[in-house]
């Protein structure tokens, strides 16, 4: 039988570490210890559930798997095709945008990197060097209201259970214990490949990593990749269902395995939402501002705008 066979009801043992902050303050903290270069991280705002009052907390997912939802369909085929020089080449030579003779000229990864920071669904997955960065991401999609409660002199505006989450990855125990293989080749559907899980039944999903994609950036620059330290998981589960995320994935990988974890691969913060309002001191937004974290340092357009104009009154 496939390992795939296998997802269904498996205990999670040492795979995840699940950290309750009481306040944003915690978290950062943290950030020397965090900042070792052993970690790189993403921030959830995650949904609330007002059926069941709880939050549900995102999974490590790509935007491709989320775009076709339960459908099968492999992200080497997506590229081989949509993707594919000639036929990029032959449809878009004719736009007239100052950036298509760059695109067209690029190489595969470069249009996956560039598309990828433009909506198009892609199984890499945005993570960055600076825990600051992922904080503000976290609550970039949190719906702040205009109006908000206070209950004991404290922000009171979202129910008590409901947080965000910063998302730790260790890279030391991803390229160790599973053999995770960094991004090398900027033609990565030749070999794509060697990026298969070396686990018996897990071939046909794909792990890579890319710290420093800027460098295969050649032919435009990518400055708000720069400015956001970001980096770059290959997570391809498409031939899987929907709910076989990252963490999952990883899990039964380890138990059908037996492989012993020192730390655990995944770690997640999870935040209150009321905390981010100015209270006694400041707001979470103020203070990521003040430590060049927020929207007008990480973006080199319009778009850093979109993401502070619902917390630049928090």
Request: charged letters at 25%; one cysteine or more; hydrophobic letters at 40%.
């Given at each position: 039988m496939q390992g795939a066979?296998?997802?269904?009801?498996?205990?999670?043992?040492?795979?995840?570490?699940?950290?309750?902050?009481?306040?944003w303050r915690d978290f950062t903290k943290l950030k020397k210890k965090l900042c070792t270069g052993d970690y790189i991280f993403r921030g959830h705002t995650n949904s609330f559930d007002n059926n069941h009052g709880e939050t549900d907390e995102w999974k490590i997912n790509s935007s491709y798997k989320r775009y076709l939802e339960d459908r099968q369909v492999s992200f080497d085929h997506f590229?081989?095709?949509?993707?594919?020089?000639?036929?990029?080449?032959?449809?878009?030579?004719?736009?007239?945008?100052?950036?298509?003779?760059?695109?067209?000229?690029?190489?595969?990864?470069?249009?996956?990197?560039?598309?990828?920071h433009y909506g198009l669904p892609t199984c890499f997955i945005d993570f960055t060097k600076d825990p600051?960065?992922?904080?503000?991401?976290?609550?970039?999609?949190?719906?702040?209201?205009?109006?908000?409660?206070?209950?004991?002199?404290?922000p009171a505006?979202?129910?008590?259970?409901?947080?965000?989450?910063?998302?730790?990855?260790?890279?030391?125990?991803?390229?160790?214990?599973?053999?995770?293989?960094p991004i090398v080749d900027p033609n990565i559907e030749i070999n794509?490949?060697?990026?298969?899980?070396?686990?018996?039944?897990?071939?046909?999903?794909?792990?890579?990593?890319?710290?420093?994609?800027?460098?295969?950036i050649k032919t435009f620059k990518n400055k708000n990749l720069l400015k956001q330290k970001g980096c770059f998981l290959l997570f391809d589960n498409?031939?899987?269902?929907?709910?076989?995320?990252?963490?999952?994935?990883?899990n039964s990988v380890?138990?059908?395995?037996?492989?012993?974890l020192t730390e655990p691969?995944?770690?997640?913060?999870?935040i209150p939402y009321n905390s981010i309002f100015r209270d006694t001191d400041i707001s979470l937004f103020t203070f990521l501002d003040n430590h060049r974290a927020t929207g007008r340092f990480l973006f080199n357009d319009i778009q850093g705008i979109k993401y502070d104009i619902m917390h630049y009154l928090t």
């Open positions: 066979d296998y997802l269904e009801d498996i205990s999670q043992m040492d795979l995840i570490k699940t950290i309750e902050l009481s306040n590229i081989k095709i949509y993707l594919n020089e000639r036929l990029f080449k032959m449809h878009f030579n004719i736009y007239k945008h100052s950036q298509t003779k760059s695109l067209i000229n690029s190489t595969l990864i470069e249009k996956l990197y560039f598309f990828q600051f960065f992922a904080l503000f991401f976290a609550i970039s999609g949190i719906k702040v209201p205009i109006i908000k409660t206070v209950k004991n002199k404290k505006t979202f129910p008590d259970n409901q947080f965000f989450t910063v998302i730790q990855l260790h890279l030391k125990t991803l390229i160790e214990k599973f053999g995770i293989k794509y490949s060697q990026y298969s899980l070396n686990f018996f039944g897990f071939k046909n999903i794909k792990v890579g990593f890319d710290l420093n994609p800027c460098e295969k498409s031939q899987l269902k929907s709910s076989y995320d990252l963490e999952k994935v990883m380890i138990t059908l395995n037996k492989i012993m691969l995944i770690t997640k913060y999870r």
